[in-house]
């Protein structure tokens, strides 16, 4: 069953503390994994798209990378406006469906 | 503006009382979808339309239906809803469904209390 776990569920970091959020998939074959931003009470904000192992994206303190398993977030000296729920959603190639990770909130502290 | 609107942004009906989420884009977009968001479950695909009069089911297309008559509008219809629909609703459109043009745009979402 295709499959799309992300962790932590929730981070709480300090402004300035770097870290990463971990995205896993399990598909046949990918044809996208894409991450969003939601703030409460909004939609789905689009922050990348990556389509191969070894690929890599950056916004501001946002990079995400990508591997034949699993996609990161890695956050650089967050600051507290960077304070979201981070989604991660994927295309299985050959198909039309989007599955979404739960998300993950991240929290940051001044 | 590009925008992807959805009406209402909250409902409050009873069980079985037929409703309809209306969700446009101006955007000339190809593709688009529904959603449900419910706590710790995340977004699930409810259902899609890569283009006019072509829809499909998502991963929880039951207890609702959608027709694409035009490019620009993609409705919700929940013919008799029941309690365990209650939810936050997302409409989402993409340019189509080639690479480079998958990135979705969403809605502002519709939040529905079925009691």
């Known amino acids: 069953e295709d499959q799309v776990t992300q962790s932590p569920e929730a981070l709480r970091l300090q402004e300035g503390e770097s870290s990463s959020l971990n995205c896993s998939y399990t598909?046949?074959?990918?044809?996208?994994l894409f991450w969003y931003r939601q703030d409460p009470g909004k939609g789905p904000e689009f922050l990348f798209t990556l389509y191969s192992a070894g690929e890599e994206k950056e916004k501001e303190r946002l990079k995400a990378t990508l591997t034949k398993k699993e996609s990161f977030l890695h956050i650089t000296a967050p600051k507290p406006e960077d304070s979201a729920t981070y989604l991660c959603?994927?295309?299985?190639?050959?198909?039309?469906?989007?599955?979404f990770g739960a998300g993950t909130r991240l929290f940051v502290k001044a | 503006e590009a925008q992807v609107t959805q009406n209402p942004r909250y409902l409050i009906t009873v069980t079985g009382k037929k409703l309809t989420v209306t969700c446009s884009q101006n955007?000339?977009?190809?593709?688009m979808s529904w959603y449900r968001q419910d706590p710790g479950l995340g977004l699930r695909q409810i259902y899609y339309?890569?283009?006019?009069?072509?829809?499909d089911k998502g991963d929880v297309p039951e207890g609702y239906k959608v027709s694409r008559k035009e490019k620009r509008n993609f409705p919700l219809i929940l013919e008799s809803p029941s309690p365990n629909q209650t939810s936050l609703y997302f409409c989402?459109?993409?340019?189509?469904?080639?690479?480079?043009?998958?990135?979705?745009?969403f809605g502002p979402g519709t939040r529905l209390l079925v009691l």
């Open positions: 989402a459109s993409s340019l189509s469904i080639r690479e480079g043009e998958e990135t979705q745009y």
């Open positions: 339309s890569m283009n006019v009069e072509v829809t």
């Open positions: 959603a994927v295309q299985e190639a050959g198909g039309f469906k989007t599955i």
């Open positions: 955007m000339n977009h190809e593709y």
């Open positions: 598909v046949s074959g990918l044809r996208g």
